[in-house]
Every structure is written in structure tokens, then in C-alpha cells.
């Protein structure tokens, strides 16, 4: 399979290092400049094209990327695309076939595994992510587009997630030495939901994040405060550093870079066996 990584910086060079690792994929080019993607797709014939640039530029090219790709995955926040979060099996499921699939955000890929995990022992009626990154893992391109993060990472909330209602907060704080990225998570569910089960189905949904970004984990676990209207609010912090050679405050663009290549492997797979 023929791939084309669309990008520069940290998410292009480790999405690089992290697809080279199968031998069923092509890598056989990457492009970092906008003029210049129209003569890559021209030469390359990709099959498979990653984009790593930013949601303005996403949605300048994207109709190019998929009159000369198969298939087109947008690491930016842009989110015109199929949503999916892969460490939700049946996310993956649902984009398969699919030719233009979002990887939404990074706060979606962390808060969007503990929500559906919930959601599937109790209605989630309200999500709320709370996330905070180090301002030494957020590039100008990446201030500029807090708008589209927030209203991405909502949908993933809602239509990913299972949240009736969803909202997001995304903030940038300063360190020395920077911080981890963390995502505070309140969810408000009916008050009969059995408190066992939703402290196990957090506990899964972590476990299935940490599957692809080992650095992830539930550093406050559930907890349980009632609510007026017969609803209880479940509260938890996750947080999620990066692995080496990635400097620990960029969890968040390694939650995307190793989404992308679970991503990849699937579609491997079903190419294969197709």
C-alpha cells in the first residue's frame, strides 16, 4: 500500500517513524509545503495519505488528497471527515470503507475511550473534558485552531462518545518543566448507575487508550457526587505522557500519531483480506 505523510514537524516525523515499522506499507513520499502536494499525489499515486498539517490547509486540499488517494486521514482538528477514535473497537469498525476519516483530536482521543466505555453500562446524558497542555506542546498553528479542537472534540464526545450533550474546554498552561497533558472528565448519568460497574468500564476504557499510547493512564479514578434531577456526577482525571524519543508533554500528538498507525494496520488488514 502506497502512503504519502502530508506534514511537517514532531505529529509528520513520528507518524514517519511509527508507519516504517510495516513492511506492508509504502512510504514513498512526504511533503511539508502546500504548493507542492499537487506534484506529489501526481507522482506518487498514493493509496493512503496522512495529513499532518493543520485544519485550514486540510480543508483547502482535501478534495485534491481524494481525487488522487483511495483513502485520506486527517490528523487535524478539521474534522469534515469520518470520526473515529481507534481505541474504540467499533469506531474503527465504522469507518472501514470509508474514504475521508478524522482522528478528531487529541482530547478526543483520551476522553472519547472513558465515555463510550461508560456509555456502555449507563446512558451518559452530559460529557464535559476539561483538558490542560503545556504551552511547550502548543505550536502557533495549534493556538489558532482552539476553536476547531473544542467543536471537533464535542462531536467525538457526542456521536463517538455516546453523550446526549458534550462540551469542551481546552486550555494552555505554562510549566517548568512542562506538564503532562491531563483531561479533567464529568459526566452526569442516571443516579440508579451502578457505581461498580462504571469504576470498571473507566478502567477499561483507560486500558484500551494505554493499548496504543502506553503513557496513558487514569490518574484520578472515578468518583461519585449526587445530583439534583436523579442524576449522578462521575468525575475522573486521565493523563498521558508521550514515550521516548517524544518529550513527555507531547502525549497529545502521540495520541494521534499512534491512533493513525492502529489506523493503519487495520486497513492492512482488511486489505489483505479483502
Known amino acids: 500500500m502506497r502512503v504519502i505523510i502530508l506534514g511537517t514537524g514532531v505529529a509528520a516525523s513520528d507518524l514517519l517513524e511509527r508507519l516504517s515499522r510495516f513492511s506492508a506499507l509504502d512510504l ?27 485544519a485550514v490547509a486540510h480543508a483547502a486540499v482535501v478534495e485534491r488528497l481524494l481525487e488522487a488517494a483511495a483513502v485520506v486521514v486527517d490528523l487535524t482538528p478539521a474534522g469534515c471527515g469520518a470520526l473515529v477514535v481507534p481505541a474504540v473497537e467499533a469506531t474503527i469498525a465504522g469507518v472501514v470503507g470509508t474514504r475521508h476519516v478524522s482522528l478528531a483530536t487529541p482530547q478526543a482521543q ?39 479542537t473544542i467543536e471537533t472534540t464535542v462531536a467525538a ?3 463517538l462518545g455516546g453523550a446526549r450533550v458534550a462540551k469542551a474546554i481546552a486550555l494552555v498552561g505554562p510549566g517548568d518543566p512542562p506538564q503532562a497533558m491531563r483531561a479533567s472528565l464529568q459526566c452526569l448519568v442516571p443516579a440508579a448507575t451502578d457505581r461498580s460497574a462504571a469504576e470498571e468500564a473507566a478502567a477499561a476504557g483507560a486500558a484500551a487508550a494505554a493499548c496504543l499510547s502506553p503513557g496513558y493512564r487514569l490518574s484520578v479514578p472515578p468518583a461519585f ?20 524519543p517524544l518529550r513527555n508533554e507531547l502525549g497529545g500528538i502521540e495520541l494521534l500519531t499512534s491512533a493513525a498507525a492502529a489506523l493503519a494496520e487495520r486497513f492492512v488488514s482488511t486489505e489483505v483480506t479483502s
Open 28 to 54: 514513498v513520499a512526504s511533503s511539508g509545503e502546500e504548493n507542492e502536494f499537487g506534484a506529489v499525489l501526481r507522482d506518487h499515486a498514493p493509496e493512503l495519505v496522512f495529513d499532518c498539517t493543520n
Open 110 to 148: 483520551m476522553a472519547v475511550p472513558l465515555v463510550a466505555a461508560l456509555a456502555q453500562v449507563t446512558p451518559v446524558v452530559y460529557a464535559e473534558i476539561v483538558s490542560t497542555t503545556a504551552t511547550a506542546a502548543v505550536g502557533v498553528e495549534a493556538r489558532c485552531e482552539i476553536d476547531d
Open 157 to 159: 464526545l457526542r456521536t
Open 225 to 244: 457526587e449526587p445530583e439534583e434531577h436523579g442524576l449522578l456526577r462521575v468525575s475522573m482525571v486521565a493523563e498521558v505522557v508521550a514515550s521516548p
